[in-house]
């Protein structure tokens, strides 16, 4: 992936010496353009990130990972398209807030991340990446999480209702009403037909009868006149294990609940 023009690859390695140029000028320097900047975080193949360039010409998207052999496979195929409007980032995702300047993100996409039920400071729905997710996302930004698992949703259900963050869509059966019902009320940012973008692992778990969640919420930039990275507050709630693990792997933790 090193040849291709729509592929960066920081990881902490490289980021350690030498800082990101195009920190805050993605449109200038890259997209050409002064359309809104979409980040799909934990890509894998990237099926989000070129599905939702397809659907809207009008915006840029990027895909994050640091698993260069999966992001192949997306950064391939918006090459062979011709997709102008998609990038791919590979780097830790716990430094994305270098990659990014305060405002210069819209959206943020979360689909089918890894749970990360041992530890709460590495789910990418955590305050831990909400305070660094808060660095660039715009004021009332909006965020997406689409998963398979029972454990990340009830976590971030816990996380938007303690910090009393915006909601506009909660579902633990997303498949079970008709996805038009699910559009945001303002149509400014990506919704209901991005819901029906399935990716290869989404159709496995579906053919194996789980059901998939969505969670719609918005990071303002206050939370009672606090800064949100300041007032963020972690939920200390117990939280039922996952009996299985995402990619056809067994459960290796015998615990029942998250505490």
Known sequence: MATYPHVFEYP?????????????????????NENPIVLELGCGRGEYAVGLARRYPDRNFIGVDIKGARMWSGATEALHEGLKN????????????????????????????????????KRLSSTYFLRRY????????????????????TYTRYVVEVNHLPCEVCTDDLYAQPLETLVAPDSTNTS????SIRTYYEQQWLDRGLTIKYLRFRLPATLNEIPTEEALIEPEIEIEL????????????TRATSL
């Open 192 to 195: 209901s037909l991005d819901l």
């Open 242 to 253: 996952d009996d299985y693990r995402s990619y056809n792997r067994q459960k290796r933790s």
């Open 86 to 121: 998609v990038a791919f980032l590979r780097t830790n995702i716990e430094m994305i807030d270098r990659f990014f300047a305060p405002g210069e993100v819209s959206e943020i996409w979360l689909t089918f991340s890894d749970p990360q039920m041992k530890k709460a400071t």
């Open 134 to 153: 808060r660095h660039f996302l715009a004021d009332n930004g909006v965020i997406h999480l689409k998963t398979d698992s029972n454990f990340l949703f």
């Open 12 to 32: 902490f390695s490289v980021v350690d010496n030498v800082p990101f140029a195009m920190r805050g000028q993605w449109r200038e320097q890259f997209f050409r």
